[in-house]
């Protein structure tokens, strides 16, 4: 199912949770940016068209400035997000123009999606990036953002950032292999739920957790993720970043994970 997915999805937004794109130590882990970047390439030679959406800007500045970490004073932690998001991107410049792709960011907050003349400037400036084979790079505005205009959390920006591109699938890439009926940490006989067809429904009967435990993003983003891309009638995949070479695993049909399908 995911393999026939994949085959006719020409638009292809992945979004990767700060849990993926740092090491245990909080470092930027650079071989799961190459592993990305590989996998990109691959999905580019195909006539796939690719956004990223990426977490771990305030991860980044923590370990680039080396202080902090325990400051919760929002200036802090915009100050953060502001050193981070210049690490990471270098990170993701450097390693991918190994493989002869270059970036460029895009930094949104929730007025961007509110408002239809800026709506229209995303979108025209990732149809320009994309035709010209540059790859784009989401996050969220975090320098700027207060309460009033954060969006809140990077599976929801994936999917509103999905939903303006008019993509076909959106994968969402954390440090769980997808949705589980029970906290699979804490539970031995917890199952993964392979398809998803009612986001609504699974969200009335799973056992959603605690967000620390249950993947960095939490289980409730996720399906709130999924009820907004199904709408439109795109699919969306929970799978786990850590493991090589997973999207094109996904995309051959071999891989594990939650298909949230559309109708």
């Given at each position: 199912m995911m393999k026939d997915i994949f085959e006719k999805s020409n638009k292809i937004v992945i979004?990767?949770?700060?849990s993926t794109i740092t090491s245990?130590?909080?470092?930027i882990d650079r071989n799961f940016i190459?592993?990305?970047?590989?996998?990109?390439?691959?999905?580019?030679?195909?006539?796939?068209?690719?956004?990223?959406?990426?977490?771990?800007?305030?991860?980044?500045?923590?370990?680039?400035?080396?202080?902090?970490?325990?400051?919760?004073?929002?200036?802090?932690?915009?100050?953060?997000c502001a050193i981070g998001?210049?690490?990471?991107?270098?990170?993701?410049?450097?390693?991918?123009?190994?493989?002869?792709?270059?970036?460029?960011?895009?930094?949104?907050?929730?007025?961007?999606?509110?408002?239809?003349a800026r709506t229209l400037n995303i979108r025209n400036t990732l149809f320009t990036l994309l035709d010209e084979g540059v790859l784009p790079i989401i996050n969220e505005n975090d320098t700027v953002c207060v309460e009033e205009i954060k969006?809140?959390?990077?599976?929801?920006?994936?999917?509103?950032?999905?939903?303006?591109?008019?993509?076909?699938?959106?994968?969402?890439?954390?440090?769980?292999?997808?949705?589980?009926?029970?906290?699979p940490m804490s539970n031995?006989?917890?199952?993964?739920?392979?398809?998803?067809?009612n986001p609504e429904e699974l969200e009335k009967n799973?056992?959603?957790?605690?967000?620390?435990?249950?993947?960095?993003?939490?289980?409730a983003t996720k399906i709130k993720a999924a009820k907004i891309v199904n709408k439109y009638g795109t699919s969306l995949i929970v799978a786990?970043?850590?493991?090589?070479?997973?999207?094109l695993k996904l995309s051959e049909g071999k891989g594990k994970g939650t298909l949230f399908q559309a109708k």
């Amino acid at each position: 199912m995911m393999k026939d997915i994949f085959e006719k999805s020409n638009k292809i937004v992945i979004k990767i949770g700060s849990s993926t794109i740092t090491s245990s130590d909080g470092s930027i882990d650079r071989n799961f940016i190459d592993n990305l970047a590989k996998q990109v390439k691959a999905l580019v030679e195909q006539g796939k068209r690719v956004v990223l959406v990426s977490s771990g800007a305030r991860i980044a500045g923590v370990s680039t400035i080396g202080k902090w970490s325990r400051k919760e004073d929002i200036n802090y932690k915009q100050a953060l997000c502001a050193i981070g998001q210049v690490e990471l991107m270098d990170s993701y410049r450097k390693i991918f123009n190994e493989y002869d792709i270059h970036i460029a960011q895009i930094l949104l907050t929730r007025e961007d999606f509110e408002s239809e003349a800026r709506t229209l400037n995303i979108r025209n400036t990732l149809f320009t990036l994309l035709d010209e084979g540059v790859l784009p790079i989401i996050n969220e505005n975090d320098t700027v953002c207060v309460e009033e205009i954060k969006i809140g959390d990077n599976d929801v920006l994936a999917a509103k950032a999905t939903a303006l591109w008019s993509g076909d699938l959106l994968i969402l890439l954390s440090d769980i292999e997808g949705i589980y009926d029970k906290n699979p940490m804490s539970n031995d006989d917890a199952k993964l739920i392979e398809v998803v067809n009612n986001p609504e429904e699974l969200e009335k009967n799973i056992s959603i957790g605690e967000k620390s435990s249950f993947g960095t993003g939490g289980i409730a983003t996720k399906i709130k993720a999924a009820k907004i891309v199904n709408k439109y009638g795109t699919s969306l995949i929970v799978a786990k970043g850590k493991e090589e070479d997973i999207i094109l695993k996904l995309s051959e049909g071999k891989g594990k994970g939650t298909l949230f399908q559309a109708k």
